[in-house]
């Protein structure tokens, strides 16, 4: 190996020993469960289980309509927001206080955010109480253990993926793109339309995508803001592992959710590519 080489694979090799110990290692071992009996026999019968059960179909069903329904409402609150952080908030002091008010409750657990919404969406909560005073409504709502609850949680906890993600993606886009577009006698909205909104498609389905993955794969917010009234697949997933301790058959169900959300993922990824609808 030349001396020129020898730095760059080094550089490389921290990173892939630890995709390696740390993802590929792991996932290699629920994979090898999942297609094994406690005794170590190859077997199919833990997935032809999920494949014939419709329990777990409804399940998925949930928990992909939640995941898709937090990935929408994050997109439709998130874009403009971050529109409004890059393109309209001038003072650059102001434009970072934003932004660290949007990243500080990043730091803190998800368990902590989720009881405090529990708080807040309860029949005496801070939400009914706003909601009844504004005149909207003339009893409590319930919120607790609706999927109403479980989305309000879910879009407070990750919204400020999506809007760092599209925000870093307008910033990237050169002002005198629109300048030009505006010269050529392009309104506004058709600027957006032709210019901005195509090149900051990347950034906003990569916003999406981690969204949506982090909306299906969530265990803390759906388990306490449902009150173990509504079950989606995570929690499907914690029972086998820490209640039945049938490892086989969480590892079957694990493989299955990753190999469902990653066709999904891959699905969007194919029809939001340009010339397709």
């Known amino acids: 190996m030349s001396r020129t080489l020898r730095p760059v694979v080094l550089l490389c090799a921290l990173p892939a020993a630890f995709f390696v110990a740390f993802f590929l290692a792991p996932m290699a071992v629920v994979l090898i469960a999942s297609l094994t009996t406690p005794g170590g026999q190859p077997t199919f019968a833990h997935y032809l289980r999920i494949l014939a059960d419709s329990y777990h179909w409804d399940v998925l069903w949930v928990t992909f309509r939640i995941g898709a329904l937090t990935t929408l409402i994050c997109v439709l609150i998130g874009y403009p927001l971050a529109w409004y952080l890059v393109r309209t908030v001038r003072f650059r002091p102001w434009r970072r206080f934003c932004v660290i008010l949007l990243v500080v409750p990043l730091f803190t657990s998800n368990i902590v955010r989720s009881f405090g919404w529990m708080?807040?969406?309860?029949?005496?909560?801070?939400?009914?109480?706003g909601l009844i005073g504004l005149g909207l409504i003339e009893r409590p709502m319930r919120f607790l253990g609706t999927e109403l609850g479980i989305l309000i949680g879910l879009v407070y906890i990750l919204l400020p993926f999506i809007v760092l993600a599209v925000g870093n993606a307008l910033a990237k886009v050169d002002p005198a793109l629109e300048h030009?577009?505006?010269?050529?006698?392009?309104?506004?909205?058709?600027?957006?339309?032709?210019?901005?909104?195509?090149?900051?498609?990347?950034?906003?389905?990569a916003g999406a995508v981690m969204v949506f993955m982090l909306a299906v794969s969530a265990y803390v917010t759906p388990a306490l803001l449902s009150g173990g009234r509504?079950?989606?697949?995570?929690?499907?997933?914690?029972?086998?592992?820490?209640?039945?301790?049938?490892?086989?058959?969480?590892?079957?169900?694990?493989?299955?959710?990753?190999?469902?959300?990653?066709?999904?993922?891959?699905?969007?990824?194919?029809l939001s590519e340009p010339g397709r609808a």
């Open 230 to 270: 509504i079950t989606v697949f995570s929690m499907l997933i914690f029972q086998q592992y820490s209640s039945v301790f049938d490892f086989n058959y969480g590892g079957a169900l694990s493989i299955t959710m990753l190999v469902l959300t990653l066709a999904l993922v891959a699905i969007a990824g194919r």
């Open 180 to 205: 030009a577009s505006a010269d050529l006698g392009a309104t506004p909205a058709g600027t957006f339309r032709t210019i901005i909104f195509p090149l900051s498609l990347p950034g906003l389905m």
């Open 119 to 129: 708080v807040l969406l309860g029949r005496n909560g801070l939400v009914n109480d």
